[in-house]
């Protein structure tokens, strides 16, 4: 018999993290999992945090190759929600005691998008306040690159947190899966713009990514502490039919139970080094697995990002394939999702914000 208390979980070095990874005694996987827990309940409590996501365009001047709304795929209806259509969405969060939304879109930088976003994002500022939420709904973008005024300007209109994902820390990782005109620098000076503007950031990264390895995504940890980030948004590498970016073949992460298991881990181990930030269970999660994003929560995740698009246009915003909660109504979700956050002995905060605690502690130091 193995007695687990043998073997010694360490996370601090870069190799550490990497054997951490590719733990696959299930024993060892319980106790990093009982681990990271524990590290979320000191440091975040033990709440899960709702932000309504909300997908209002699937227009995109970018091309990643592992993106199904990349700007050469033919195949897509592209739409724009209405400024209606999106401020209702909101406001139904706002009633439903969602304390945040996320606005998510392709990338576009033109003068009226921004003009758009502001507008949209003032609107529901103003139009979400109640004696439940004082000030508002807490409102994340999440619409790409822009350039450093915009990014003030969007700061301006209300919206505070911002998500960006890094994709991999990896530079010759991220150049083969990005067209050469998107570059790695340019992704992570954004990061930098957004941190001077006063945003809470997050970032993150997909795994199971042809080529990538338990060293790179371990790396990918250090790139996050190093660039003190607020939140992460990771989840695993899924395939879309009509993309370029192949399907992993020939690597360390294959399908199904390991793309999980790395999946989960890199949830505790972000959890175990970088302690009081927000880590979001993703969607892409419940994609391999139907009870993905519950795991997520109990490897150390405390955010989920229930579906508000419109269900009419949530088939024109499939970023891979057999994404899941397709049909589901908004009322659907919000009771499907209260019974899977119970279901791993958790509680919705409803009508909060939820910032991420280590945001708040950079604040406080400060001061
Ligand atoms: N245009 C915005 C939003 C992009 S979509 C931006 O650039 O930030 C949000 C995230 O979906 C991406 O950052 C990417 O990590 C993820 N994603 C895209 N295609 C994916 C795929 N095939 N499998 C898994 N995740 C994917």
Same mark, same amino acid.
């Given at each position: 018999?193995?007695?687990?208390?043998?073997?010694?979980?360490?996370?601090?070095?870069?190799?550490?993290?990497? /054997?951490?990874?590719?733990?696959?005694?299930?024993?060892?996987?319980?106790?990093?999992?009982?681990?990271?827990?524990?590290? @979320?309940?000191?440091?975040?409590?033990?709440?899960?945090?709702?932000?309504?996501?909300?997908?209002? /365009?699937?227009?995109?001047?970018?091309?990643?190759?592992?993106?199904?709304?990349?700007?050469?795929? &033919?195949?897509? +209806?592209?739409?724009?929600?209405?400024?209606?259509?999106?401020?209702?969405?909101?406001?139904?969060?706002?009633?439903?005691?969602?304390? /945040? %939304?996320?606005?998510?879109?392709?990338?576009?930088?033109?003068?009226?998008?921004?003009?758009?976003?502001?507008?949209?994002?003032?609107?529901?500022?103003?139009? =979400?306040? =109640?004696?439940?939420?004082?000030?508002?709904?807490?409102?994340?973008?999440? %619409?790409?690159?822009?350039?450093?005024?915009?990014?003030?300007?969007?700061?301006?209109?209300?919206?505070?947190?911002?998500?960006?994902?890094?994709?991999?820390? +990896?530079?010759?990782?991220?150049?083969?899966?990005?067209?050469?005109?998107?570059?790695?620098?340019?992704?992570?000076?954004?990061?930098?713009?957004?941190?001077?503007?006063?945003?809470?950031?997050? *970032?993150?990264?997909?795994?199971?990514?042809?080529?990538?390895?338990?060293?790179?995504?371990?790396?990918?940890?250090?790139?996050?502490?190093?660039?003190?980030?607020?939140?992460?948004?990771?989840?695993?590498?899924?395939?879309? #039919? #009509?993309?370029?970016?192949?399907?992993?073949? +020939?690597?360390?992460?294959?399908?199904?139970?390991?793309? @999980?298991?790395?999946?989960?881990?890199?949830?505790?181990?972000?959890?175990?080094?970088?302690?009081?930030?927000? %880590?979001? &269970?993703?969607? &892409?999660?419940?994609?391999?697995?139907? *009870?993905?994003?519950?795991?997520?929560?109990?490897?150390?995740?405390?955010?989920?990002?229930?579906?508000?698009?419109?269900?009419?246009?949530?088939?024109?915003?499939?970023?891979?394939?057999?994404?899941?909660?397709?049909?589901?109504?908004?009322?659907?979700?919000? +009771?499907?999702?209260?019974?899977?956050?119970?279901?791993?002995?958790?509680?919705?905060?409803?009508?909060?914000?939820?910032?991420?605690?280590?945001?708040?502690?950079?604040?406080?130091?400060?001061?």
């Amino acid at each position: 018999m193995v007695n687990i208390m043998n073997y010694e979980i360490k996370y601090d070095t870069r190799d550490n993290i990497a /054997s951490l990874l590719s733990e696959n005694n299930p024993k060892q996987v319980e106790l990093i999992r009982k681990m990271a827990h524990d590290v @979320l309940l000191e440091n975040c409590g033990s709440g899960v945090y709702y932000r309504g996501l909300i997908e209002f /365009s699937n227009r995109c001047v970018s091309d990643c190759y592992y993106c199904g709304i990349r700007r050469s795929n &033919a195949d897509v +209806n592209r739409f724009d929600l209405t400024m209606d259509e999106i401020v209702d969405s909101a406001l139904w969060c706002a009633k439903n005691g969602y304390g /945040s %939304i996320v606005l998510q879109s392709g990338e576009n930088s033109s003068r009226d998008f921004i003009d758009f976003v502001c507008r949209a994002v003032e609107t529901i500022k103003k139009r =979400s306040i =109640s004696e439940e939420l004082p000030n508002g709904l807490g409102v994340t973008l999440c %619409i790409g690159e822009q350039s450093e005024a915009d990014y003030a300007r969007l700061f301006a209109a209300g919206a505070h947190r911002y998500l960006l994902r890094i994709e991999t820390s +990896n530079r010759e990782l991220f150049k083969t899966i990005h067209p050469e005109a998107q570059s790695f620098d340019n992704r992570v000076e954004c990061l930098r713009r957004l941190k001077r503007t006063g945003f809470q950031v997050g *970032t993150g990264v997909m795994y199971g990514l042809p080529g990538q390895t338990y060293q790179m995504l371990a790396d990918d940890i250090l790139f996050f502490k190093d660039m003190d980030i607020d939140m992460l948004g990771m989840g695993p590498y899924i395939r879309h #039919s #009509s993309t370029p970016l192949k399907k992993n073949e +020939n690597q360390f992460i294959i399908e199904g139970d390991d793309l @999980l298991r790395v999946s989960l881990l890199m949830i505790a181990a972000c959890r175990l080094v970088l302690k009081d930030i927000n %880590i979001a &269970a993703t969607t &892409a999660l419940q994609t391999i697995d139907p *009870t993905g994003r519950e795991k997520g929560l109990s490897f150390g995740a405390n955010v989920v990002m229930p579906q508000l698009t419109p269900v009419d246009y949530r088939k024109s915003y499939l970023l891979y394939d057999n994404k899941p909660c397709q049909e589901d109504t908004k009322e659907e979700c919000k +009771n499907c999702l209260s019974a899977r956050v119970g279901s791993v002995g958790r509680e919705v905060h409803y009508n909060e914000w939820g910032d991420s605690p280590h945001f708040k502690r950079k604040g406080e130091s400060k001061n």
